[in-house]
C-alpha cells in the first residue's frame, strides 16, 4: 500500500500537479451482535483504498478510490487533475511548510496489539454470551427485557507520501466489549442503559463479567425515576458523561469556525474562559492511547498542546489551509488524547462536598449552538441529598451557554474516564438551570 502511495503521489506529478499529498489504507473490523441468546448481527469487512489531495495551477481538490489497479489509479489521476482545473483557484491551498513534518518523537506508542488475529470467531461468539449471562446474573432478572451485548476488533493500518518528501505510517489495533439492558418498570417504561469498554490491546480490556454486570446495574438504578424540581442546581456530571459537554466546547476551537466566525471562541485567543480549574492539553503521545499519533492528517509532527491553561484559552485547531487564511501558525486540524490537570478528590468525596444538587450520568437528546455557545441537553441521573445519591432522575434539561458554564465549574475529579480519548474526570458546576418539574 505504501507504494500505491508513492505511485499516486508519482502519477499526480506526471500529469501536471505541482504539488499532492496521498494517503493509502486498509482496515480489517470484525464484530458479533449477541441479542437474547442468539447471534443478531455477525460481520467482517476488510475495505482498503487511497485518497490524494491535489494541488493544479493554484486549484486544490481531494479525490478517493477503492479502485487500485496500476491502469486504473492512472486514468482516476489523470481525470482528478482535469475535474481539479475546472474548479475556482484558492491561493490558500498547500501542503504544510516541510519544517513542520520534522521532530517526530521516537517514543514506543504500542497502538497495535502485537497478538491482533489471535480471537478467534468461536471466542467472539463466547465472550458475547458471557456478557449476557453476567447481565442478567441478579436477583432482579426477571425484571429485564432485553439484553444486547457486542464484541468487537479492529486493525487499521495506513500510509501517507507527500510530494515534497513526507513519508508516514500508521498501524493500530483496537477492541470493544459492550452490553445494553433494558427492563420493565411499574409504570410501563421501559428504562435502559448500557456500558462499554474498549482499548488498543486486547489485554486491557476489563473481563465481560464486570461490563455485563455493570449494564444491568445502571439500567436496574433507572426504576422509579422522576422529574427534578426546576432551578438552579449544581450539577455533578459523571467522568463517562461528561464527554458531551467537553465535546461542545471543544467545538469552539476549530480555525474555520474562527475564520469563518461561526464559533462562539472566535477572538477569543489569550482571553479566560472559564474557572483556573480548566486545564487541559492535548497530548498525542499517550502509549496506548486511542487518539494517540506520531504525525497529523497534515503529516505535521505531533507535539502536547495547551489548549486551556487556568481557564485561559491558549490554542485553537489550526491546520494549515485556515492558518494562511486567519495569518496564525498552524497547530494541529485534529485533537488526540486530552490530558486534564486533576483534582485531589474522587466522584464520592465531591458528592459529599455538593451537599444537594444532581448527579448526571447520561445526556438524552438536546443540541448546541457552535455559534453563541448556548445549549439545551436532555439528562439523566440522580438527585444528590446529603452528600449521598437518592432517587433516580429523568425527564429534564439543562440550559445554558459555555461562556458562563465554565466560569462556574467549582471542582474536577481524579477519575478520567478510561475508555475515550476525551479522558473526561467527574466535573462540578455551579448554579445550572435545570428544567424539571
Not at 425484571?143 to 500508521?170: E, P
Not at 459537554?245 to 469563518?260: E, K, M, N, P, R
Not at 449552538?369 to 438527585?383: R, Y
Request: aromatic content about 6%; overall charge neutral; proline content about 4%.
Amino acid at each position: 500500500m505504501l507504494e500505491i502511495a508513492e505511485q499516486v503521489v508519482e502519477r499526480a506529478r506526471i500529469h501536471g500537479a505541482q504539488q499532492a499529498a496521498a494517503g493509502a489504507y486498509q482496515v480489517r473490523e470484525v464484530s458479533v451482535q449477541w441479542r437474547d441468546g442468539a447471534v443478531e448481527k455477525l460481520t467482517e469487512a476488510t475495505t482498503r483504498g487511497v485518497g490524494v489531495e491535489l494541488y493544479v495551477d493554484g486549484r486544490y481538490a481531494s479525490v478517493s478510490t477503492s479502485d487500485l489497479r496500476p491502469d486504473a489509479l492512472d486514468t482516476f489521476v489523470g481525470d482528478a487533475i482535469a475535474m481539479t482545473r475546472a474548479l475556482a483557484p484558492d491561493p490558500f491551498r498547500a501542503l504544510p511548510d516541510p519544517q513542520l513534518y520534522r521532530g517526530q518523537s521516537d517514543v514506543d506508542l504500542q497502538l497495535a496489539d502485537p497478538n491482533y488475529g489471535a480471537l478467534t470467531a468461536v471466542a467472539r461468539r463466547e465472550l458475547a454470551q458471557q456478557l449476557e449471562a453476567a447481565a442478567r446474573d441478579t436477583p432482579d432478572g426477571a425484571r429485564i427485557l432485553s439484553a444486547t451485548t457486542s464484541v468487537s476488533d479492529s486493525q487499521s493500518r495506513s500510509w501517507r507520501v507527500h510530494s515534497d518528501g513526507f513519508v508516514g505510517q500508521k498501524v493500530g489495533t483496537s477492541y470493544w466489549l459492550g452490553a445494553e439492558v433494558s427492563v420493565q418498570d411499574a409504570d410501563g417504561r421501559r428504562p435502559e442503559d448500557a456500558c462499554y469498554a474498549g482499548a488498543r490491546w486486547r489485554g486491557d480490556v476489563p473481563d465481560p463479567q464486570g461490563i455485563g454486570a455493570e449494564a444491568t446495574r445502571r439500567t436496574l438504578s433507572r426504576l422509579g425515576s422522576r422529574k427534578p424540581e426546576s432551578g438552579q442546581v449544581t450539577l455533578v456530571v459523571d467522568a463517562r458523561a461528561a464527554g458531551r459537554v467537553v465535546s461542545s466546547l471543544l467545538g469552539g476551537l476549530s480555525a474555520a469556525g474562527w475564520q469563518q466566525k461561526r464559533s462562539f471562541l472566535e477572538g477569543k485567543l489569550g482571553a479566560q474562559i472559564g474557572n483556573a480549574l480548566l486545564d487541559v492539553t492535548d497530548d498525542p503521545l499517550v502509549v496506548r492511547g486511542l487518539g494517540s499519533r506520531r504525525f497529523d492528517g497534515e503529516g505535521m509532527a505531533a507535539r502536547e498542546m495547551a489548549l486551556f491553561a487556568a481557564g485561559v484559552l491558549k490554542n485553537g485547531l489550526v491546520d494549515t489551509y485556515y492558518g494562511k487564511k486567519l495569518q496564525m501558525a498552524p497547530t494541529t486540524g485534529r485533537l488526540s488524547n486530552l490530558r486534564w490537570r486533576l483534582g485531589a478528590k474522587g466522584r464520592e468525596a465531591l458528592l459529599r462536598d455538593v451537599g444537594d444538587g444532581i448527579f448526571v450520568t447520561g445526556f438524552l437528546g438536546g443540541n448546541a449552538n457552535g455559534t453563541t455557545g448556548d445549549f439545551s441537553w436532555g439528562i439523566q441521573g440522580f438527585a444528590i441529598r446529603a452528600g449521598q445519591l437518592a432517587e433516580p432522575i429523568g425527564e429534564a434539561n439543562i440550559s445554558g451557554n459555555h461562556l458562563t458554564l465554565w466560569p462556574a465549574l467549582l471542582a474536577v475529579g481524579d477519575d478520567p474516564y478510561r475508555y475515550s480519548a476525551l479522558r473526561t474526570p467527574t466535573l462540578v458546576f455551579g448554579g445550572v438551570n435545570v428544567a424539571g418539574r
